[in-house]
């Protein structure tokens, strides 16, 4: 079960910004998508071969030839915040998942 | 009791581009966030397309380990949340490997020991965090740029075997140019899981130490785990499962995710990529580009070059250097005084990238000394100044240079010596026959080595023993 405690966890992950009313309707929705995902889960597809990828077609290679990137501006343009060239975030010490951030 | 290691190396593969876009791979000195894209920063709607070179580079290090390279393999999402990973999740090979097996070689305590690798994996690398007290500053440029990741089977028996595998597979990733292996710019970081046990008893907990960025780091972190475990195990507690960081600086191990903190990395199947198929076409162009690897080098150089042992394992440690030196040997045709030139004089004035001399010049300098036309002292001065900016060519051309060769001149100096020294000469004949030593030094000294010394040895002898002198 998705429960708020567990969305504000996700928001902060995220980087996003709700307010009570939006986090009602998302855990809402949410929820509503994992219960249809666990009767999915209920059908045995032991003998079913997965089918991850679109297909084999196509070019699945590149060559390993240096195109040009995104200039610095353009890089940080949706930086919460610049410093020096840096995307600043709040500190991060500790792993993954780390509640200090 | 008994250490038992196993070992996670993640190596930058050398290509130009990285793994799933066209940004250059080569950050080292980059403005921060200056080499990034919509692929590398994970906009929404952009499609990751694998790098041909990448592919080859991590296949010729399989063919060469004796991996069994897969047919085809698959990519994973593997998620976390983390500023270094813009697309909240890093593209790996989790279900199923690019390759499996294998053994690298490496210099244990009795002889060649073998470790067996477990599988070799694709993945990109993460972008670098800055700690700057109230923030974190996150640069983007080294996310997705691809990494090499080797599993090895837990079977390390000491943090020294540790070091020496590690020091060995970067010798083979860097002959190989597979990887610049530059440990300082963090092209080869290791993870390792380490467990104690008395003997006969079975492993206890395993730790996880992330981060080691130095073979020396390997040996001191895993050292210092081992010590922890044997004294928590020494006290009767218990060791628990958890993943600590290594502070090179402090020497120390610190926890850094205890095991109530295990993760989900909810790895799931990366849509986006088709599974990589390799076939039979691509494997035997990669096996047909195969460079010699620093074992098959070893063997030839026994075989061939009468090089072996310590010498043959110092000269091979870079491939910059195993160049040279058959450089040197191949000119001078005397492969094993070509081994003892670079392993004391070229190494000691080797700087940062540039040998001191070019292996040719060396090569006929080295043919010279032991064709009698130079002394070892002279060629080693005409080194000495080649290295600091002289040109060799008009070295030795310039009469300074030039040995003393006749009785005539080697006569004149060793009446000279004597005159300088006339107590050493004194006590010569009063029966201190060591002074002779202190006299061919001086001589020596005084044509900085230009003379033969048996020669001068015995022109000085005659000199003395000759009655006029006597008086």
Not at chain 1, 32 to 47: A, H, K, N
Not at chain 2, 121 to 139: F, I, N, P
Not at chain 2, 315 to 339: K, M, S, T, W
Not at chain 2, 351 to 367: D, F, H, I, S, Y
Request: hydrophobic letters at 40%.
């Amino acid at each position: 079960m998705l429960d708020e405690r567990e969305m504000k966890r996700l928001e902060r992950m995220a980087g996003l910004r709700l307010d009570q009313e939006e986090r009602e309707t998302l855990v809402a929705d949410l929820e509503r998508m994992l219960s249809y995902c666990r009767i999915l889960q209920e059908l045995d597809s032991e003998t079913v071969p997965p089918m991850t990828p679109v297909g084999r077609a196509g070019r699945a290679l590149r060559e390993d030839d240096v195109l040009p990137s995104l200039s610095q501006e353009q890089s940080l343009a949706h930086a919460p915040e610049v410093r020096g060239g840096y995307f600043a975030v709040p500190p991060v010490f500790g792993e993954p998942d780390d509640e200090s951030w | 009791m008994d250490i038992v290691i196993g070992l996670e190396v993640h190596v930058q593969l050398a290509t130009r581009s990285k793994l799933f876009c066209g940004c250059s791979a080569d950050y080292f000195g980059a403005p921060p966030n200056s080499l990034t894209c919509p692929v590398c920063l994970g906009y929404p709607g952009t499609l990751p397309l694998l790098n041909r070179r990448a592919v080859e580079l991590a296949l010729r290090l399989a063919l060469a380990l004796g991996a069994q390279v897969q047919t085809s393999s698959l990519f994973d999402r593997k998620s976390y949340f983390y500023p270094d990973l813009p697309k909240g999740y890093q593209i790996t090979q989790y279900r199923s490997p690019l390759a499996v097996g294998g053994t690298v070689s490496f210099p244990g305590e009795a002889g060649e020991e073998h470790l067996r690798i477990r599988e070799l994996h694709l993945e990109e690398d993460a972008g670098k965090l800055v700690h700057a007290g109230d923030r974190t500053l996150v640069d983007l440029n080294r996310a997705g740029v691809g990494l090499l990741e080797i599993v090895t089977e837990p079977e390390l028996r000491s943090p020294e075997a540790a070091r020496a595998f590690v020091r060995s597979l970067r010798t083979v990733l860097r002959h190989l140019r597979v990887s610049s292996g530059d440990m300082e710019k963090g092209a080869l970081r290791c993870d390792a899981n380490v467990s104690l046990a008395r003997a006969g008893e079975p492993l206890g907990s395993k730790t996880e130490i992330k981060n080691m960025n130095s073979a020396r780091a390997v040996e001191r972190a895993l050292a210092a785990e081992a010590a922890r475990q044997r004294e928590l195990l020494s006290r009767g507690e218990r060791v628990e499962r958890a993943t600590y960081g290594w502070d090179d600086a402090l020497g120390k191990v610190f926890l850094q995710r205890g095991k109530e903190d295990a993760e989900s990395y909810r790895y799931f199947p990366e849509p986006d990529l088709p599974p990589l198929d390799i076939g039979p076409e691509l494997l035997a162009r990669v096996r047909g580009e195969l460079p010699e690897t620093p074992q098959e080098r070893l063997e030839r150089w026994a075989r061939e070059l009468a090089v072996t042992g310590t010498d043959a394992q110092t000269l091979i440690a870079e491939p910059e250097r195993a160049d040279y030196f058959e450089e040197v040997a191949r000119v001078c045709g005397r492969p094993r005084q070509a081994a003892s030139w670079v392993l004391s004089e070229v190494l000691r004035l080797w700087r940062a990238k540039e040998p001191p001399l070019a292996p040719g010049e060396l090569g006929l300098l080295v043919r010279a000394v032991a064709q009698g036309e130079f002394s070892r002292t002279t060629a080693k001065e005409l080194l000495r100044q080649a290295a600091a900016g002289a040109s060799l060519q008009e070295l030795l051309n310039s009469e300074q240079m030039r040995p003393l060769k006749g009785s005539e001149p080697l006569r004149e100096l060793a009446q000279e010596t004597l005159l300088a020294h006339p107590q050493a000469a004194a006590d010569y004949r009063a029966g201190r026959t060591q002074a002779l030593g202190f006299l061919v030094g001086q001589a020596m000294k005084a044509v900085r080595g230009r003379a033969d010394a048996p020669q001068l040895h015995r022109v000085l002898k005659e000199l003395l023993e000759e009655d006029h002198w006597g008086g």
